[in-house]
């Protein structure tokens, strides 16, 4: 557990204490009011639609001794806005008058820079995850194998934003060797924000898609943006491309900075051979240096390789040998959401629910196709988000897609996703197919018509809510 006084804090972010006590301990960071750990600094993030600084003293009452203000900015303001806030809620009173108040002029921008000063205390290396797809599942993979050799710290959760990665990083604990951060982006400028923050010594790149191409144009503005993960990157840190990527292949670093390939392609310096499947699970031989080693993964799907390549190699690079590092990564099973495999009373579950590209959702329909020993193969759609102008093409082709796959049944929830069926239609693909608008619909027809036997597929954008039918499903199967 990390601790610093509010002082400390006001300084790295480059505020001041207004009111209350400098020397006030900081153990956790909260940007929501009603969630504390215990002496907790609440951050009230400026939304579109909602500003936190409204709920301050709801944050105090909840447990948080320290806050961020950037519309308070003298001990008067601040007692006018206690008054305030606990004469309309009288049972946020009690801790108001005990808080500690720090004055910044952006509440995230603050945020950064705190985390960026937690960061150059933490004397240890990080390894930044980015890409289009894949980076969560990259990131637990590479924690696992470099946990053969050190004390790992991961991301927790999906903490990979503006706000995620400074807590994160605020977050390491002081008996870690080694940490894993994931990167995220959805606009331009974002990218260079949290690189900075994370000041990583190496970085991996899992792949360039069309996630958030809405908001950034075409693939090529992705893979430039996702490139600022440099920003602040060590000056003798390594980029390790995903070489199976065209695009990602043709990149040199920054700086002079080193850069490792890894795939399938001959030409990668961490490569996999021999691949083939045994009961739906990869079984591969990689190589990397002069080193061989058979691997057997207990996640499924053949794009799963590419992922436990780019954690070889980075363990490889922070000298663990191949076999350890292998040994420690066929342990990983899975990633909450992410094709994880649920069997109930003779119904086996693929809950992929966790988020869709085009990509990702033709591996989780490949994966569905590998499934022996069911009766039925049903995939279950939704909606892919944030595909800009060619969003139907995009999901077209997964009908496209489909075609050459045993599946028997295809729900699609949504109207993009009933896009899938007539691109299913359009290549001369035969499937039956049920289209549902809501949820409840998708809940209701899995209710009436999954029976023993069958094998279900959940894929979709993690707004559309399909986590919430695989829970429908498991209580349904269990109860």
């Keep these: 557990m990390r601790e610093i006084t509010a002082k400390q804090a006001a300084r790295a972010a480059g505020g001041r204490v207004i009111f209350g006590d400098p020397e006030k301990k900081i153990c956790h960071i909260s940007l929501d009011s009603r969630k504390m750990e215990g002496r907790d600094l609440f951050v009230p993030i400026v939304g579109e639609r909602v500003d936190a600084h409204r709920f ?13 203000t950037s519309c308070h900015h003298s001990e008067k303001e601040v007692r006018e806005a206690i008054e305030s806030q606990c004469r309309e809620h009288p049972e946020w009173s009690g801790q108001a008058l005990l808080s500690t108040w720090i004055c910044v002029e952006d509440t995230k921008a603050a945020l950064q820079a705190l985390g960026a000063w937690c960061r150059s205390q933490a004397q240890i290396p990080l390894v930044g995850i980015t890409g289009s797809v894949g980076k969560t599942t990259t990131r637990e993979m590479v924690a696992c194998a470099l946990s053969a050799g050190y004390r790992v710290y991961k991301t927790p959760g999906n903490s990979n934003s503006q706000v995620g990665v400074p807590i994160t990083v605020f977050n390491i604990p002081k008996e870690a060797q080694i940490g894993v951060i994931e990167l995220g982006m959805s606009e331009p400028g974002e990218m260079t924000k949290i690189a900075q923050v994370a000041q990583t010594d190496c970085a991996v790149m899992t792949n360039i898609g069309v996630a958030h191409i809405e908001q950034l144009g075409s693939k090529e503005n992705i893979l430039k943006e996702k490139l600022h993960i440099q920003d602040g990157m060590a000056e003798d840190g390594v980029l390790f491309l995903n070489g199976d990527d065209p695009l990602l292949r043709a990149v040199m670093p920054n700086q002079g900075r080193s850069r490792i390939l890894y795939g399938l392609w001959e030409g990668c310096d961490c490569r996999g051979e021999n691949l083939h499947l045994e009961n739906g699970f990869p079984v591969f031989t990689a ?3 002069e080193e061989r080693v058979q691997v057997h993964l207990k996640v499924m799907g053949n794009h799963m390789v590419s992922n436990a390549l780019a954690a070889l190699a980075v363990a490889s690079r922070y000298g663990i040998p191949l076999q350890k590092a292998a040994a420690a990564l066929e342990q990983f099973d899975g990633f909450k959401g992410r094709q994880q495999i649920i069997k109930e009373k003779g119904v086996t579950i693929i809950d992929d629910s966790y988020n869709a590209s085009p990509v990702s959702m033709k591996a989780g329909i490949e994966v569905l196709s590998s499934m022996a020993g069911v009766k039925r193969r049903i995939a279950v759609l939704a909606d892919m988000k944030e595909l800009g102008p060619d969003t ?5 082709e997964v009908g496209a897609f489909l075609k050459h796959q045993p599946i028997d049944q295809l729900v699609l929830m949504g109207e993009l996703a ?15 197919c049920v289209k549902t608008s809501t949820l409840e619909e998708t809940e209701t027809w899995l209710a009436e018509a999954v029976r023993e036997g069958d094998c279900l597929l959940f894929k979709g954008s993690n707004s559309m809510g399909l986590s919430k039918a695989v829970s429908f499903m498991r209580e349904k199967l269990t109860n």
Excluded: N, P
Aim: one cysteine or more; a neutral charge; hydrophobic letters at 40%.
């Design 56 to 68: 301050i003293c709801q944050a105090i009452s909840a447990g948080a001794e320290t806050v961020f």
């Design 287 to 289: 190589v990397c240096k």
């Design 392 to 396: 139907i093409t995009y999901h077209r």
């Design 418 to 432: 009933w896009e899938i069926e007539t691109g299913l239609k359009m290549d001369g693909g035969k499937i039956s």
